[in-house]
Structures are given as C-alpha cells and as structure tokens.
C-alpha cells in the first residue's frame, strides 16, 4: 500500500536554530515528492516538486532534498514566521497525491 | 490574478442533511481535485474532475459526488452526512497531468452536529 509517513510530529525550534523534517515514502511509481506549508485555517501552499534522487530545491530558509526513500525538508535559520505545519505528499500519477500527517513547526523568538 | 475560490468558508449541517459545496479553479487551470482533511490528519483524495468528468476516485463511499462545469468550476456534494464528515474540504486545481503542485483555496470548514 502506497504510504508517506512525516517525523517528527511536532518541532519546537528557538530562532535561528537549523533543523530538518523527515519524509519517508513507500509509493510504487513515484512520480514526485511534493512539500507544502499550512498555516492553520488554511489551504496548502505549494514550496517544491522534487522528480528524482539526488534532486535538491531551495526556497529562502528552505532547502528540500530527496532520496529513493526519503525526502527531508531543511530549515535554516528559521524565524517565528516559518511556523506552520509542513505537508509532504508522493504522487504516483497526476491524478492524486498522497499525504502524510505533517510536522508541526513552532519557531519561538 | 485569483487563486482557488472556495464558498463557503464555513458550514454547520445536522447528520442526515445534504452538502454543496463550491471551487472556482484559479485561470487557466482545467482539472480540480477535492480532498477532505480531518482535524491534524494530512488531507486525503476524494476525487478529480477534467472535462466534466470523474477521472479518479479515492476510497470514499457514494455519499460523495462531484461535479464540473463548462467554466471549469466545481462543486462537492455529500449526502446522508455523518459526525465522521466534519472536515476541513479543500479544492485544488491544475493544469491536466502536468506533474506539479497543485494550487489549493483555503478550504471549507464542515461541521456535521
């Protein structure tokens, strides 16, 4: 069964401690990893589509990487404002993606 | 240039009722999913909807149905609602498999009393 499972569940960082998220997937066919951030009440915005092993993207304080198993999502430095929860999701086709729980990133001053 | 539009943002039904509710998919996007995120769960696929037709489902009983119109927009219909269907309802839309990320509105909060 095609599954994404997010560590750890909850991350409390002072600011400008660096951290990374974990995402491990087992998901047949992947065709790209994909990272979110929510803020609560609100929809998922977009961060990063990653397609293959080795690939890296960075986005600010935000770098995500990925492996054949594992994607993790690095955080730099971060500020209060890069508290939310951070979504990962593997698609196996264009049709759906599957998610997992989420890390819950709290950023105190 | 306008996101995804979703209405209403907020709803309170009674167990048993029937649910409508409503996506404008932001311009040029073609294709609209739905997922349904209960409280701290990550979001789950419901459906998808291209060309005025259901192209996928996900494991959700028929109480759920979907439509999409000529203008691209959408609507989600739940039916005989349950306590278990309180939910965060998120719409997102793109372009036709094109592998990306999708552009998800900021959802419609159920809840079922």
């Known amino acids: 069964e095609d599954q994404v499972t997010q560590s750890p569940e909850a991350l409390r960082l002072q600011e400008g401690e660096s951290s990374s998220l974990n995402c491990s997937y087992t998901?047949?066919?992947?065709?790209?990893l994909f990272w979110y951030r929510q803020d609560p009440g609100k929809g998922p915005e977009f961060l990063f589509t990653?397609?293959?092993a080795g690939e890296e993207k960075e986005k600010e304080r935000l770098k995500a990487t990925l492996t054949k198993k594992e994607s993790f999502l690095h955080i730099t430095a971060p500020k209060p404002e890069d508290s939310a929860t951070y979504l990962c999701?593997?698609?196996?086709?264009?049709?759906?993606?599957?998610f997992g729980t989420g890390t819950r990133l709290q950023v105190f001053p | 240039d306008a996101g995804v539009t979703q209405s209403p943002t907020h709803l309170i039904k009674t167990r048993g009722q029937q649910v409508t509710l409503r996506c404008s998919p932001k311009?040029?996007?073609?294709?609209v999913s739905w997922y349904q995120q209960a409280l701290g769960q990550g979001p789950q696929f419901i459906f998808q909807?291209?060309?005025?037709?259901?192209?996928q489902r996900g494991n959700f009983p028929d109480r759920f149905s979907g439509h999409q119109f000529p203008n691209y927009s959408s609507e989600l219909n739940v039916n005989a609602l349950l306590l278990g269907d309180s939910a965060l309802y998120l719409c997102a839309s793109s372009f036709f498999e094109r592998i990306g990320g999708y552009t998800f509105g900021s959802g419609t909060r159920l809840t079922v009393v």
């Open positions: 999701a593997g698609g196996p086709d264009t049709d759906k993606l599957i």
């Open positions: 990653l397609y293959s």
């Open positions: 998901v047949s066919g992947l065709r790209g």
């Open positions: 311009s040029g996007h073609d294709t």
């Open positions: 909807y291209y060309e005025e037709e259901e192209r």
